[in-house]
């Protein structure tokens, strides 16, 4: 009987609806597992159909080329290493998520998972059908046990497993990113470990899907629970996973050779990076290769720049100034000065003449009303047509740059700033903007693009926030200060407190009720909203659905 045994696991992105090319980053990866000698290799969860497929997994011809792609697969790799692979299965007309052991041109095994989450991004009941826990499966010496990610939260499937017989649990996901993650996961499958006593595989995939982040990090854990293997985060890669069997006498069983440990970003590093892959994904996936922004001399722009640039380089990304009248003469020298650090193109296109000829036009209709909220959003909404048109005539996306509190409170215009294709800080509140700014300016990593050092001018981040509608504006005049704003916000939104309970932790009663009216009656603005990286577990979207038509509010 042999007593070692190779598994590589390899932490790729696939793309959703992109089976061909699924299925051949996943032929490539055995042969790289067969090179290094490996008995098996492992794949994410729904690797063939990339994930999450949402409802296009309910189009029967899509599972019938999925499940052909993988039957294919298996006759391609029939000389070599076992491989594990996610994808979808029937059965009985029924639809599943299966993880399929592929060996000797065959499906040796197909695992179906048994506990199917429907909270924040995910509703795999509506999409799945839940099966019952499968026993393990051989492969060469080692029987191995497939919890598919979230079996691996609860005791029962790895149990399960155990008392059938495994010998380790192999562990697939498809897990997004939010803030804290690693952590919360590398807790849940200690206490596996704990109750099984088995050594313990988490192999997750990495990539930006729509807003989800697949941050990777996947690691290894032995029978005491201590970490292994740890893969890095947000980066495809390999890992060669080595077990060796104790001797009889020391009651047998496999252990994991120690190997590489790979550093983990802080929450700040992780939240920028998320944001980098996740923009720079978007854009590859739906087949683009530049962006625009406008770049008004602020701090959410400013952000939103650095992060394009990081992600695709400064040769790609346009930076436009469209002042008004009201534009500061400081917001015009910090506009340029970020676009010259970050070097990038800088356009400059004033919108006072069309905003005259608007304003001309309208003048009959509005004739005998006092100027107000309405002049202003015709600010924004000038910029809005520019953009777009200039994004229509060169091909490039444009990124809208309003952060989470401004999603929030609906601090924006619809059909003018909020015009876009993708924003990256959409889950990143005001406060968090300029610690981002900060830590960027003194932190530069291998996987950006964009120069070092200091790249947001110190002003940008300092100067009190203004929209610049109107003669000396700041946000402050509307809302209440942003560090209020923000944990207020945080009750409200990300974790579902009451008005009293708010009210009780010190907050005023009427700065509470305005904010929470504010939440509400933005709805129909978020529903219009681009798409943006997923931070924390109450993005907007998924996360957080509400109707647009409400009247209820907190009673208390």
Request: net charge negative.
């Amino acid at each position: 009987m042999a007593d070692r045994f190779r598994l590589t696991l390899a932490q790729l992105n696939p793309t959703v609806g992109a089976i061909a090319a699924n299925t051949e980053m996943a032929r490539a990866a055995w042969q790289t597992a067969r090179d290094a000698g490996a008995d098996m290799l492992a794949l994410p969860e729904m690797f063939i159909t990339g994930y999450q497929t949402q409802d296009l997994i309910q189009r029967p011809a899509f599972v019938a080329e999925a499940i052909a792609a993988i039957e294919t697969l298996a006759g391609q790799c029939a000389e070599g290493p076992a491989i594990g692979i996610g994808g979808p299965h029937l059965r009985a007309g029924r639809l599943y998520n299966a993880w399929y052991v592929l060996k000797g041109g065959q499906i040796t095994a197909t695992v179906l998972k048994h506990h199917l989450p429907n909270d924040n991004v995910f509703d795999e009941k509506r999409l799945f059908s839940s099966a019952e826990v499968n026993g393990p499966y051989v492969v060469g010496p080692m029987r191995i046990g497939t919890p598919i990610c979230e079996d691996s939260w609860f005791a029962d499937v790895a149990e399960t497993l155990a008392e059938t017989g495994a010998e380790i649990l192999v562990v697939p996901n498809g897990s997004p990113y939010h803030r804290g993650k690693l952590g919360l996961r590398q807790s849940l499958m200690v206490a596996r470990v704990v109750e099984t006593g088995l050594p313990l595989v988490y192999l997750n995939m990495v990539g930006g899907q729509d807003d989800q982040v697949f941050d990777g990090a996947s690691f290894v854990l032995d029978t005491g629970g201590r970490l292994r293997v740890q893969m890095p985060a947000f980066a495809e890669g390999f890992a060669h996973v080595d077990f060796t069997r104790k001797p009889a006498a020391e009651g047998g069983g496999w252990q994991v050779l120690p190997g590489d440990l790979a550093p983990q970003p802080d929450e700040w590093e992780a939240d920028y990076h998320a944001m980098v892959l996740s923009l720079r994904d978007y854009l590859a996936k739906t087949g683009f290769r530049k962006v625009l922004l406008g770049l008004s001399g602020g701090i959410d722009s400013a952000l939103v720049a650095a992060i394009a640039v990081d992600a695709i380089g400064a040769a790609n990304v346009r930076c436009v100034m469209l002042p008004s009248e009201y534009t500061s003469e400081a917001s015009l020298e910090d506009a340029r000065a970020v676009a010259e650090r970050l070097g990038c193109r800088y356009d400059y296109v004033p919108i006072a003449g069309p905003r005259a000829a608007v304003t001309e036009a309208l003048a009959p209709l509005f004739e005998g009303t006092r100027p107000d909220l309405t002049e202003e959003n015709i600010q924004s909404r000038l910029r809005g047509v520019m953009l777009m048109a200039l994004s229509n005539k060169f091909g490039e996306m444009l990124l809208t740059t309003g952060n989470k509190s401004e999603v929030a409170v609906g601090y924006a215009t619809i059909y003018g700033d909020m015009a876009g294709g993708y924003n990256p800080i959409k889950d990143l509140y005001k406060t968090r903007v300029f610690e981002t700014c900060r830590w960027r300016n003194i932190h530069h990593r291998p996987w950006m693009q964009g120069p070092e050092g200091e790249v947001i001018v110190p002003r940008v981040i300092e100067k009190p926030p203004s929209a610049e509608l109107r003669p000396d504006q700041k946000d402050e005049d509307s809302l209440p200060p942003y560090p209020v704003l923000d944990a207020i916000l945080e009750g409200l939104v990300d974790n579902d407190l009451s008005v009293a309970d708010l009210v009780e932790a010190g907050f005023a009663r009427e700065t509470v009720k305005q904010v929470e009216r504010l939440v509400y009656l933005s709805e129909y603005k978020r529903f219009q909203s681009a798409p943006g990286t997923r931070l924390t577990r109450r993005a907007f979207w998924l996360d957080r659905r509400y109707p647009l038509v409400n009247r209820w509010r907190d009673p208390t």
